[in-house]
């Protein structure tokens, strides 16, 4: 069966700390996708990144970095220089790769909560 | 280019009523996904529509059930409503192909009395 992990439920930093946001997943398939979404106060989740199983480097967006590693099933999200606007709820999410839409696993989220 | 939208997005409901929550796809998307996120939790895949039809189903009972319009629109109907039941609805739409890519409209709330 699948399943992600998120054993963080809330981290509180202050402003311009780096924080690190950990996923640990389960999976019997070889071809997979993982995720990363925020979800504002508002409600919506905003997709962040895809990454596939096959794809195991890192990635850098801005103050956004992602560490894909597979020997220990884990797809860790770090913010560095932590802004208020970055309060969300953070969802790390598995999918199958036959999965041709919109069937996602999620986590059960990290709140974090980020103060000035 | 319009985003996924919800309606409506707030509504109270006693137990054993039906409720409908509707939603409009993102421009240019032909799969609309349903979510159903308690408080506190993480999401959960509810179903999946393509070409107005079930695409995939997770683990919810029969009275959970949807429709897919020719214009990518979709209906989410949860008849005999239950407590637990109340949670946030999320509508989620995306292009087949892009595993994952869904594009999430703000949800309609509901809440069981």
């Known amino acids: 069966a699948q399943k992600v992990t998120q054993a963080q439920t809330e981290i509180s930093v202050v402003e311009k700390e780096d924080v690190t946001l950990d996923c640990v997943y389960e999976t019997r398939d070889t071809t997979y996708y993982l995720f990363w979404y925020k979800q504002p106060p508002s409600g919506e989740l905003v997709f962040l990144i895809r990454r596939n199983s096959f794809d195991e480097q890192n990635e850098i967006s801005g103050r956004y970095s992602w560490n894909f590693q597979k020997s220990t099933s884990s797809f860790n999200f770090t913010i560095t220089a932590s802004q208020v606007v970055d309060s969300a709820v953070y969802f790390c999410a598995l999918s199958e790769a036959y999965n041709q839409g919109g069937k996602l696993i999620f986590g059960q989220g990290t709140e974090l909560s980020v103060k000035p | 280019e319009t985003g996924v939208t919800q309606s409506p997005t707030h509504l109270i409901k006693t137990r054993g009523q039906q409720v409908t929550l509707r939603c409009s796809s993102q421009?240019?998307?032909?799969?609309v996904s349903w979510y159903q996120q308690a408080l506190g939790q993480g999401p959960q895949f509810i179903f999946q529509?393509?070409?107005?039809?079930?695409?995939g189903r997770g683990n919810f009972p029969p009275r959970f059930s949807g429709l897919q319009f020719p214009n990518y629109s979709s209906e989410l109907n949860v008849n005999a409503l239950e407590l637990d039941d109340s949670a946030l609805y999320l509508c989620?739409?995306?292009?087949?192909?892009?595993?994952?890519?869904?594009?999430f409209g703000e949800g309609s709330r509901l809440t069981v009395l």
């Open positions: 529509y393509y070409r107005e039809e079930e695409n």
């Open positions: 989620a739409s995306s292009s087949r192909g892009l595993a994952g890519e869904l594009f």
């Open positions: 421009s240019g998307h032909n799969t």
